[in-house]
């Protein structure tokens, strides 16, 4: 039978990133606590610099790998980071995904290790990079299309699967 672990709570948040943030060992005590969904930056609805969002920040989540998970495949879901997301699990990369639209799927289970686990995720601003739609658009009426966000901007959730499934 198959469980899938919401993991919306428990995260922190820091606006800024250096590539230490991504090891066990960096201190994140002090971070902003929060929940998922959220925004790197909140913006007024009648007024923003665009600016004002576009950084790279990072998310942090402390938690234990469970020994019912041996033998198992671990599987966790992003359903929407925006935009540039690379993710890290005790100071390793263990994958990255380039549209804050479309939801990934990494399977931790080879690099768990014993004891409290740290899954860091780098997720940068939506600057145009050609990889995606652009985000902000401006007309000579000063009309917003669609304003983008940062941050992991939807659910996230852990499922340990058998190794061996259809």
């Not at 005790?90 to 690099?111: K, L, M, Q, V, W």
């Not at 995606?132 to 992991?152: C, D, F, L, N, S």
Request: negative net charge.
């Amino acid at each position: 039978m198959q469980k899938r672990i919401y993991w919306n709570d428990g995260w922190k948040f820091k606006e800024t990133y250096e590539n230490q943030m991504r090891e066990t060992a960096y201190q994140d005590d002090a971070w902003e606590d929060v929940r998922l969904p959220h925004t790197c930056k909140e913006t007024p609805f009648h007024y923003f610099d665009e600016s004002s969002y576009q950084m790279v920040c990072c998310y942090r989540k402390h938690f234990f790998a469970l020994e019912e998970w041996k033998d198992q495949t671990v599987i966790v879901t992003f359903e929407g980071i925006a935009h540039e997301a690379q993710v890290f699990l005790n100071g390793e990369r263990i994958g990255e995904h380039h549209c804050g639209y479309t939801a990934f799927s990494i399977d931790i289970a080879p690099y768990l290790t014993r004891g409290e686990q740290t899954l860091a995720v780098r997720v940068a601003d939506p600057t145009d990079r050609g990889t995606q739609p652009r985000g902000k658009q401006v007309t000579e009426a000063r009309t917003i299309w669609y304003t983008p966000v940062t941050g992991i901007w939807q659910t996230v959730w852990l499922e340990p699967v058998p190794e061996s499934r259809i």
